[in-house]
């Protein structure tokens, strides 16, 4: 099974923000992303545990643990 890999402009769609804002946040360690030469590459099931992750933080669940 081959793991799909996104671009910067395909987070930033996904998230539905502006690639600038991904990249910002990219450079200080969240999504989190490899760069393939120069351009930042993101794994779709890392983002999808990093989406997941952020809204139970949200929610205060993390905290009730």
Known sequence: MTEEILTLPEVAQLL????????????????????VGGPWRFRRTDLTAWIDAETRRASGEEDSK
């Open 16 to 35: 539905k923000v502006a690639e600038k804002t991904v990249h910002t946040t990219t450079q200080k360690g969240e999504p989190p992303a490899f760069k």
